[in-house]
């Protein structure tokens, strides 16, 4: 398990080349942490959307993601969105929230895996994150 700091996310955020944001929506439960870093970092608003699909030992719960909770958002029309979640494997959560915000303005964006956005392209292994 590779172990990664608040301080190296903060430096790479501070590297990275982040698109113009107004609002960050982060995927509960995984994204909560990395999406309040991020909006603290572009200083933008945050909202947390929770979809589920791996169990605490990240084995597939169900077919698909599954949409928990979506709290009301503001118009998100004219907004450039950055979607975040801590980890992207599959693919198939970011997909499923994708789904929900089409036609909008979106990137997105984890700490690894696979997103328009990256934080640690390098990292192939498990994650030892320091909020967990």
Known sequence: MVPVSFTE?????????LPETDLVIGIGSGGIVPASLVAFHLGCELRII????RDENNTPRYENP?????????????K????????SVSGK?????????????????TM???????????????VQWPWK
């Open 9 to 17: 996310i903060s430096n790479r955020l501070r590297s990275m080349a």
């Open 50 to 53: 929770t979809l589920n699909y």
């Open 66 to 78: 599954v949409i928990l909770n979506m709290p009301e958002m503001p118009s998100l029309q004219d």
């Open 80 to 87: 450039r969105i950055l979607l975040v979640d801590d980890v």
């Open 93 to 109: 959560t970011l997909n499923e929230a994708l789904l929900h915000f089409r036609g909008l303005n979106i990137k997105t964006l």
């Open 112 to 126: 690894k895996g696979k997103a328009d956005l990256v934080l640690f392209p390098e990292i192939k292994d498990c």
